[in-house]
Structures are given as C-alpha cells and as structure tokens.
C-alpha cells in the first residue's frame, strides 16, 4: 500500500513536470525581411531576358552532348561533392544525437560480486543461513552477492534548453544540404567552363595554324623573290622571324589544352588522362542560346544555395542563444531503479530480492561568476555575426549577377567588332600581298597585315569562348543547378 502511494506521488509530481515543459526560453527565430530590388541594373543587355526561367539543367542549353556527359558524370563521382554529401550525413547524425537529450535513458546492469571482511574491522556479527556465507565464530567473512537491475533517468526540458539546441542541430543541418548544392553549382560551372576553355584553346590552337601555315608559304615566296633578286634579305629576315614568333604561340596553347583536360579529369573524380581520347577531337565552341533567362532579384533569394545556407545558419545561431538561456534556469530530473539483490542465488529471483528506488531531483547553479551570462553574451554577438554574412551575401550574390549580365553583354558587342575587324583584316592581307607582288608597297605592310590578322582571328576565337564562359558564370551566379539531383 505504501508503495502505490509513493508511485502515485512520484506520478504526480511528473506529471507537473510534462505539464510545465511546453515553454522554451530565447528568442524565437523570424526570418530576416530582405529587400531585394525591382529588376537588374544591367537586366537590358543583350540576349537577355528578365522572365522566370528553370535553370535546373541550364548546361543543356549550349546543345553539346559531350559536356552533357561531362556534366553528369561529375556528379556521379566528384570527390568535393562526396565530401559534401559525408558532411551531410554527419550532421544529421548529429541531429539524432542531440534529440535524444529530449527521452530517458535505461541502463540494464548485472553484477556478481564474491567479497571478505577483515576479521580485525568487525565489531559484531551475526549467523545467516545464505548460500555461499563463510562464518567465522559467528561472524561472516565471506558472502557473495548477485544484482542486476535497471536504471533510469530522465531529464525533463522544462525551459527548452535541449529542444533549443535541436532546433539549432536542425538548422544546422539544413544549412549543410544548401552548402551540397553550393558545391554542386560550383562544380557545374566548373566542368561547363573548362570544357568551353578547352574549345577555346583549341580554336586559337586552329589559328595559329592555319597562320603559321600562311606565314611560311609568305617566307618560301620571299626566298624565291630573293633569289630572283626582287626582294632583299631583309625581307627574308623578317618573314623568318615572323614565322618563328607564330611557331612559339603554339607550344603555349598545347599545354593549355593538355592541363586543362587534366582539369575536367579531376573534376569527374578519375585520373588526369582518362578523357584525353575524347577530348582530343577538336570542336567548335558551345553555341550559346538565343536568350538567358534570368529572372528577377527577388527569385534569386530563393534559388542561390548560399544564401539559403546563411538564412539557416541564422536560424540556427538564434536557437543556440536560447539553449544557453537554459542554463540560467533549474534542471528538473527523474530518477529511478528497480531490480533484484541476493547473497544466495537461488532465491535471486524470489519477491524478497526485488528493489527500487524512484525521485526527482533539481540542480540549480547558485554562483558561478558570471559564467552562463558570459556563455549568453558569446551566442548574441554569434548571432549578430551570423546575421550581417547574411545580409553580405545576399549583397554579394546581387553583385555577381550584376557583374556577370554586363561581362556576358559586353563580350556579345566586342564578338561583333573582332568578326567585323577579322574581316576587315582577311582583305587587308589579300591587298598587301597583291600590291607588294607587283611592287607598289613594302614587304614589311604584308607582315603587319598577316600580324594583324592573326591577331584579331586569336581574339575573335578568345571571345567567342570568353561569350560562353561568361554564360556559364552568369548561370552559376544565379544558383542554377542544384536542383538536379
């Protein structure tokens, strides 16, 4: 009867406990009220439209199927995205682990213990019939003892300090899955801009060519002219010289081919090489799209990967203000055991071996110089901190679209004067060896020509890549990508 007046206390008083648990101190968390501005500032370049668009697979607008291999492929097995993912499930791990501060714990413990007293410590001792007992002159001095039993405990959240910390543990991890997809946005563009980089170099690679080839049959009609007496040695040397200037661009832009194939290799997580064979074919440059939708500022709050990764991280350094509140407050715990305690085994299981013990118990920090206040004072200028990278990133975010709208535009407008140059310089070239075969012009305004125009045929291949990796910048600003799974 005593006993179910104890438990029906000890209930009582539990309950009390469950029924004032529903309050969590600090502050709660309101998402910041960013201002974002009506359209961009340079959303009137050209090939540019302000619509909403998916970008979940943006790459496949340059209608290249082996960058849509490259790029799939990547994600399959890039190793900073395995990494991001790992980081993933350890936060959600970490997750789990702080919300099982919320439930009791039970131990189960079993024991056997075979024990003597000292004969000389014993004032008085008396006879017992229980198995494994050694007397001495009516004293024991050896006995065993068996127990087991369980023990609880149970630290009620009564001022929400622990669920606190799991609404930080799940912002957290949160915050971890938006900074997966950031990797995964800065890899797309990654693969897309060295794949376009690698035309590129190839392209200028072509020119080169294709020049050094026109410079050295310029240099065999000089030799013939010279022998023939119509030109002088001069002018041999300078188309010599010529010649080996054109032949020097080309080992550079081979070894940029070469490195940056290396560099999609180890984006696709394999060996530097492995792609070497389909990658050495040449081909043009990613055709770009009639238009890049872009969208407005306000949709990019919601779509950049970082920026959501910095809103959870305020969620989360809010939470942790309040956890540490908690701790200026009482913690109210549940305590119990029950088990079984014999000398004899074989009355262990007997109801004269049974025991309990159940209570609560408060703690509560009196003095702890300023401690929990300090503890407190950290988390509000973390959060303050956390706040304002929030607001800079959104800020920063505004700025790489910005930048990367006028460099996609302004590259459009400068392609279109290199084509028209280029030309420009195709004519000048046919002139200047007409008008020096019949001896009205220098051989030196045939050199200057054929310089000229290879140079301006490099900038027009240099540019058109520069178009499409200017693109591809413009889609990883926006935060396009990371939807694709």
């Known amino acids: 009867m005593m006993r179910n007046t104890m438990m029906q206390r000890y209930g009582g008083i539990a309950g009390i406990i469950l029924i004032s648990s529903g309050c969590a101190v600090g502050p709660n968390y309101q998402r910041p009220d960013t201002a974002a501005p009506a359209t961009w500032q340079e959303g009137q370049q050209n090939g540019v439209d302000v619509q909403a668009a998916d970008l979940a697979h943006w790459w496949k607008a340059f209608n290249d199927p082996l960058l849509d291999s490259l790029v799939e492929r990547a994600v399959k097995s890039n190793l900073d995205l395995r990494v991001a993912e790992a980081r993933v499930r350890e936060e959600r791990a970490a997750l789990a682990a702080t919300a099982s501060g919320l439930w009791p714990t039970l131990d189960a ?63 957290t ?39 050094l080839k026109a410079q050295q049959e310029t240099l065999e009609l000089t030799k013939v002219r010279f022998d023939a007496g119509l030109a002088s040695d001069f002018d041999v040397a300078q188309a010599e010289g010529q010649v080996k200037t054109t032949e020097a661009q080309i080992p550079t832009l081979q070894t940029a081919i070469k490195q940056t194939g290396y560099a999609i290799d180890v984006l696709l997580g394999s ?4 792609s070497r064979d389909e990658l050495a074919k040449s081909a043009a440059v990613p055709a770009l799209p009639p238009e890049a939708h ?53 009355d262990w299981f007997t109801g004269r071996s049974r025991f309990w013990s159940i209570g609560p118990t408060i703690t509560w920090p009196v003095f702890d110089a300023g401690r929990i206040r300090a503890n407190i004072e950290v988390r509000n200028a973390q959060q303050e901190q956390v706040l304002r990278l929030y607001e800079k990133s959104v800020l920063t975010a505004f700025q790489d679209v910005e930048n990367a709208l006028v460099n996609y535009g302004n590259e459009q407008i400068r392609y279109r004067s290199l084509l028209e140059a280029t030309a420009a310089n195709r004519r000048a070239v046919q002139l200047a060896n007409d008008l020096y075969t019949q001896g009205l012009v220098p051989f030196l305004n045939v050199l200057d020509a054929q310089r000229t125009l290879y140079a301006s045929e490099s900038d027009l291949a240099q540019s058109e890549a520069g178009m499409a990796s200017n693109l591809v910048s413009l889609y990883k600003a926006l935060g396009g990508g990371w939807e694709t799974n």
């Open 271 to 274: 060996q530097p090489g492995s």
């Open 173 to 211: 991890l949160e915050a971890t899955v938006e900074q997966r997809r950031s990797v995964l946005v800065t890899l797309l563009g990654d693969v897309a801009k060295n794949y376009i980089d690698l035309r590129g170099f190839q392209r200028r690679l072509a020119v080169a060519e294709a020049n």
């Open 109 to 171: 413990s079993g024991s056997y213990t075979r024990s003597r007293a000292s004969r000389n410590a014993l004032l008085f001792g008396g006879s017992s019939g229980g198995g494994g007992a050694t007397f001495s002159g009516g004293l024991v001095l050896e006995h065993d003892l068996f127990q087991n039993g369980f023990d609880a405990n149970w630290e009620v959240d009564i001022f929400g300090g622990t669920r606190r910390s799991v609404e930080a543990a799940e912002a």
């Open 294 to 346: 872009v969208g407005l500022p306000v949709d990019l709050l919601r779509r950049r990967p970082d920026i959501r990764s910095a809103e959870r991280q305020l969620a989360a350094a809010t939470a942790q203000v309040g956890a540490a509140t908690a701790d200026l407050y009482p913690k109210f715990s549940l305590t119990g055991n029950i088990g079984l305690q014999s000398i004899s085994a074989s």
